[in-house]
């Protein structure tokens, strides 16, 4: 897999966007609690994923909603990315248009890596003082700039970007197609509920029928099935 950042104007990350979803291409349903998507032996692969990118981005919402630690859990794999200089996981990144975020989530207190917040213009100073020793807040323009925020992330050294949601993180990624690889695992069932969050919100988006991705591989495990592709 390619594993350096695209180059020439506007140098950005590769991107990596990871989702688990339903048959008919939900990504929760409305219960409480979490809906798994997925098994043992993709959450393997999604592990030995995050290890090999610089850092793993999530939607504000997804830290609130699913309140997730976003870190590798392999031990040995872990000490495989400490032998090559790299910290045990890679830097955790959200973005907030509204500077909701709680301190105390798993998202700014599970492990040590590097945590980075970009931060809609006006949330940014308010943000700052309530996540102080927590993580560092970036402004990333209003609305937040996903240019901005691509090139800041390179900047600092971040050449593979992880993507895993949710729903409005996915839709703005993909329609502004920042996108090179795309990991999309289904699960062999329905949820059925239009008010249901989905893998992606409507809209116009690059990859439509005349410009189709590029089927790498397909994958099964167990029950779900791996499609990956290249948009790259």
Not at 144 to 168: K, N, Q
Not at 203 to 212: A, L, T, V
Request: proline share 7%; charged share 30%.
């Amino acid at each position: 897999m390619p594993d350096r950042g695209r180059r020439g104007v506007g140098e950005r990350p590769y991107v990596l966007l990871s989702c688990a979803m339903s048959v008919d291409g939900y990504i929760d349903d409305r219960t409480p609690q979490r809906l798994l998507l997925s098994n043992d032996e993709d959450f393997d692969r999604v592990d030995e994923v995050r290890a090999g990118c610089d850092a793993i981005l999530v939607g504000a919402g997804t830290v609130r909603r699913d309140d997730p630690r976003l870190l590798v859990r392999s031990p040995e794999r872990g000490r495989e990315r400490v032998a090559r200089g790299l910290p045990p996981s890679p830097a955790k990144v959200t973005l907030t248009a509204t500077g909701d975020l709680d301190p105390a989530a798993a998202f700014f207190t599970a492990g040590d890596p590097e945590k980075i917040v970009y931060a809609a213009s006006p949330a940014v100073a308010k943000l700052t003082v309530r996540l102080a020793g927590a993580a560092e807040v970036v402004d990333a323009g209003e609305p937040i700039d996903l240019d901005r925020v691509l090139a800041d992330l390179y900047g600092r050294g971040v050449r593979r970007l992880m993507v895993e949601g949710g729903t409005s993180v996915h839709t703005r990624f993909l329609r502004q197609d920042l996108v090179d690889e795309l990991h999309l695992v289904v699960a062999p069932f329905f949820v059925g509920d239009p008010a249901a969050p989905r893998f992606v919100l409507e809209g116009d988006f690059p990859r439509d029928r005349h410009r189709r991705m590029d089927l790498a591989e397909v994958r099964r495990m167990g029950d779900v099935t791996l499609l990956r592709y290249l948009l790259a």
